[in-house]
């Protein structure tokens, strides 16, 4: 039977190796967290642009109803809330007795050591509920 006469000692090839998986460990979880900061808000707000497309729609929809026109308006006036890019595409139609809208824009999201580009590409048709067909 083998007593301890104190702490192993650790060959020389082992002492660090714990504070360098560490460091490398926190370095993985700040680049994660720098990219979740920067990508989160531009899906969220995408997000939220969808569903105010949607209300938009079955609001056009809805007796007496709107032009393809004002829909357009009402998502191009909105787009400055939502942090839309300046430049981006909207087109509204009424297909078959319901109100469609698409919208579609790309937004450059800085990444760890990349550019994402973030493509939004978006038709929201109005509820069929709504216009009895």
Do not use: C
Not at 5 to 11: L, V
Not at 86 to 92: G, I, M, N, Q
Not at 100 to 113: D, N, T
């Amino acid at each position: 039977m083998r007593t301890s006469n104190g702490p192993r000692k650790r060959p020389r090839a082992e002492r660090g190796a714990s504070r360098l998986s560490l460091l490398i460990v926190l370095a993985v979880i700040a680049l994660a967290a720098y990219a979740a900061y920067n990508y989160v808000p531009v899906a969220y707000h995408a997000y939220l642009y969808r569903d105010f497309m949607q209300q938009t729609v079955n609001k056009a929809a809805y007796p007496p109803g709107q032009t393809a026109e004002w829909v357009e308006a009402q998502l191009r006036a909105a787009a400055r809330e939502h942090e839309l890019p300046p430049v981006f595409e909207v087109r509204a139609q009424n297909e078959s007795g319901r109100m469609a809208a698409r919208v579609r824009y790309e937004r450059p999201v800085r990444m760890p050591g990349f550019t994402y580009q973030y493509k939004f590409d978006h038709t929201a048709y109005s509820s069929g509920f709504i216009n009895a067909q």
